[in-house]
């Protein structure tokens, strides 16, 4: 590079340097814009072969410089040697001048980089340079970095100009860097709405209508969306299916797996009577959906409102619970494995009858693992007495009693894991 003058920094030139970048930056949000115009006005003043600006990685995430494999992201480099970011120790894992300069909030001046332990190369002519940090309030996020092919080409009047630089742009960047975590938290928060949407369709939109009998179920998820589900499936004119999951883990990819679960159950219960045998054939096709650790806990049964009777088959799944008219609890059936972890189990199908004003309850761990300030769980017993004290009540309402004592109980609105009933009544 030709030789150029080096400016004093005096009031007018940083006036000036000032009044530049904000004319320049001032209509855009796009952070390789304003980068690109810091570096063009550090050329103006100094003298480089050299130059780029480098983020943490750490808070680049949800913009498209962000790299789960990466310590400091290049947003904007010029004039460095052209090598895969996999092998650049500095963006992978935070070494060299500018991984010092970010990790330690200080500025550097090298003459000679052969001689500076702390020197990664990052292009084989550099023999000097300079570096300042670039602060996110308080605290460095990133590094300006400019090299040189000349032996001690920079001083401490570079040294000013470019903190200063830093300084003027940093709100630029902050701005930047907001405007697309914005941007991307939308998009996110809107694929999130629509998945939310699908979720919903899965399950029913109403009670089902079952002669002699009252039914509820009700799924509040955790997060937007959850891997709870509960179902009502019709066979015929007296027999209804029904069904309650709860899939490992939380979030989207529960949610997933919850709605192949819905399309492997829609597809054999249609065809299958039995309801071990749903689960045999439920259990040897999950295994392709899921990770190898990922597993579902269900219980599916079909009543019988001729001869009132719930025949079902329980997969890794909190046992029903029934409450009889005369008081009695009765916690009862066979329990085989969840749904992917044993490849070859066999379910079995219980049986159970149902009285007039006898109440069954399905549930999920949700329901239970609640905890209150004193970090005591709401349980199995304060359960009971909960459907106890509500069981003259329609389903609906059994189902709202047990949520207000469950919030009560937390004095939270918000449930710690997703919370899922289903309450089948029979009447008089």
Known sequence: MASRKRKILSAKVKYDILREI??????????????????????????????????????????????????????????????????????????????YVVSSGESVIIPDVRN?????????????????????????????????????????????????????????????????????????????QIAREVQDRLLPKKSPHVKGYDIAGVCLSTYEIGGDYFDFLPIDKR?????????????????????????????????????????????????KLTRKRDFITVIYGILDSQHHIFKYANAGHFPPLILRDNGDIEIAGAVGPGLNIIKKSPYETSEMSLNPNDLLLLYTDGV????????????IDRLIDAIRKSSNLSAKNVIECIINVTREFSSQNLYPDDFTLVVIKRLH
Not at 40 to 56: H, R, S, W
Not at 120 to 149: C, H, M, Q, W, Y
Not at 167 to 176: C, G, L, M, W
Request: glycine share 8%; aromatic share 6%.
């Open 22 to 99: 904000s004319f320049r930056i001032r209509d855009t949000f796009n952070l390789d814009e304003i980068l690109n115009h810091l570096l063009d006005t550090v050329e103006k003043v100094i003298n480089y072969d050299a130059a780029g600006i480098f983020v943490l990685n750490q808070d680049v995430i949800l913009t498209p410089y962000y790299s789960p494999s990466r310590v400091i992201s290049g947003i904007v480099q010029r004039g460095f040697d052209i090598q895969s970011p996999e092998k650049d120790q500095m963006l992978t894992h935070g070494k060299g001048i500018v991984g």
């Open 116 to 192: 500076d332990p702390r020197y990664v190369v990052g292009r084989s002519k550099t023999l000097s340079e300079i570096a300042v940090p670039i602060f996110r309030v308080k605290s460095p996020i990133g590094a300006l970095n400019i090299e040189s092919d000349t032996l001690g080409a920079f001083n401490h009047d570079d040294l000013e100009v470019l903190r200063f630089l830093a300084d003027t742009a940093s709100i630029s960047i902050e701005k930047a860097l907001q405007h697309v975590q914005i941007i991307e938290k939308k998009k996110i928060e809107g694929q999130l």
């Open 239 to 287: 027999s209804l299916g029904i069904a309650i999951a709860d899939v490992s883990g939380n979030g989207i990819p529960a949610a997933l797996l919850m709605m192949g679960f819905k399309s492997l159950l829609l597809t054999n219960a249609s065809s299958r009577r039995d309801p071990s045998e749903v689960m045999d054939v439920m259990n040897r096709f999950i295994p």
């Open 368 to 379: 239970l693992d609640i905890f209150n300030s004193k970090g005591e769980d709401f349980g």
